[in-house]
């Protein structure tokens, strides 16, 4: 089974700044890698897809990056709305997994 | 548009059997390349994957609920139905179906682009 590590856990970031948030894969998963946002209390909604490949309705500050076994979501300048919990989730082969989080805190 | 709502018990006892209905719209689950996946998340935790339904009746289970797990879709009523057996208060969360839609057929990867609202389920006597 392929495991998902997300670093960090939590992250404090104030509005207006730039952060990434990196997911690893236990062996390579070439691009089959989607990005979720949940806010509490809510379902996780696809952020990105493919590793990079923006979600329709999704603003254009989020971007994703990477193949293989490192993957990146960069938020390049926070709002208000994006302090939330990011998973990110390998397709590649089944079992599916996830990562156990990022925890986006306002500072 | 396309739309999923979980419905079953919110409170379950110990061993008994869980049955958790999807019921969606907006889309076929007989349309070649589409899927509906479970996915459930315990209070305060990651979500955690569970099952799998393709459009051809393929089915995928997490390994260590696979003896627990039964997943089976009903085209014509627009659901897919989750029983897992033996539930024990760990099993305790909230449980969500999403929709995945494969590109191409020959490669059937795809991400969850639709869930629904989640519906929770708390296992105690």
């Known amino acids: 089974d392929i495991q998902m590590t997300q670093s960090p856990s939590t992250l404090s970031a104030s509005v207006g700044d730039r952060v990434t948030l990196t997911c690893r894969a236990s062996?390579?998963?070439?691009?089959?890698l989607a990005w979720y946002q949940q806010k509490p209390g809510k379902a996780p909604k696809l952020l990105i897809s493919?590793?990079?490949s923006l979600h329709t309705g999704v603003p254009s500050r989020f971007s994703g990056s990477g193949s293989g076994t490192e993957f990146t979501l960069t938020i390049s300048s926070l709002q208000p709305d994006d302090f939330a919990t990011y998973y990110c989730?390998?397709?590649?082969?089944?079992?599916?997994?996830f990562g156990q989080g990022t925890k986006l805190e306002i500072k | 548009q396309i739309t999923l709502k979980e419905s079953g018990p919110t409170l379950v006892k110990p061993t008994q059997t869980l049955t958790l209905t999807c019921t969606f719209s907006?889309?076929?689950?007989?349309?070649?390349?589409?899927?509906v996946g479970w996915i459930r998340q315990p209070p305060g935790k990651a979500v955690e994957w569970l099952a799998f339904?393709?459009?051809?009746?393929?089915?995928r289970y997490r390994p260590s609920l696979k003896s627990r797990l039964s997943i089976t879709k009903d085209t014509s009523k627009n659901q897919v139905v989750l029983a897992m057996t033996n539930l024990d208060p760990v099993d305790t969360g909230t449980y969500y179906c999403?929709?995945?839609?494969?590109?191409?057929?020959?490669?059937?990867?795809?991400?969850?682009?639709?869930w629904g609202q989640g519906t929770m389920v708390t296992v105690s006597s």
């Open positions: 999403a929709h995945s839609r494969a590109e191409h057929v020959v490669v059937l990867n795809a991400a969850f682009d639709v």
């Open positions: 907006g889309f076929s689950l007989s349309s070649t390349g589409v899927g």
């Open positions: 339904i393709y459009w051809d009746d393929d089915k």
């Open positions: 062996q390579t998963i070439s691009s089959w």
């Open positions: 493919k590793a990079s």
């Open positions: 989730q390998q397709y590649n082969s089944f079992p599916y997994s």
